[in-house]
């Protein structure tokens, strides 16, 4: 392997989705097609992943590792904010600010409410 990018995170989900992907076709045996292209899905991301591994160009591999975890990152602070906004529905409500599409959250049951974005200073009503 001297010489060769390796098994890196990115591989590693990689492989992750080839599995996922031989599990719905297995789930979708009943209909031939959907199968069969999840199939075609499935060698594309194996033949890819071997790629990876086997590669020479560890630069380029590195740089493509870096921006899996930025994106890995960005989904997972995307699902804690999901998972957080869950846990509070019932003593807040959010919005979302018209101009600047932040998020505010305001507490349930106040009525209706003149809502001042944080972030750019906009003004605007809500039913809270
Ligand atoms: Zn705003």
């Known amino acids: 392997m001297y010489g060769r990018n390796g098994y890196d995170a990115y591989s590693q989900f990689l492989l992750l989705a080839a599995i996922v992907l031989v599990v719905a076709s297995m ?3 009943r ?5 069969l292209l ?3 899905g ?3 991301v194996l033949v890819y992943c071997v790629f990876r591994v086997l590669s020479r160009n560890v630069l380029k591999r590195q740089q493509e590792n870096a921006r899996y ?4 990152q960005r989904f997972l602070r995307w699902a804690r904010g999901l998972k957080d906004r869950w846990q509070q529905r019932k003593e807040y409500k959010f919005f979302r600010c018209p ?3 932040a998020l505010l959250r305001v507490p349930r049951g106040k009525g209706r409410l003149q809502l001042t974005c944080r972030k750019c ?3 605007f009503e809500r039913k809270t």
Do not use: D, I, T
Request: glycine residues 4%.
């Open 121 to 123: 200073g906009n003004r």
């Open 69 to 72: 975890y930025e994106r890995r």
């Open 38 to 40: 999840l199939q075609m």
């Open 42 to 44: 499935e060698y594309a």
């Open 31 to 35: 209909l031939p097609a959907v199968a």
């Open 27 to 29: 789930l979708f045996s």
């Open 99 to 101: 101009s600047c599409h």
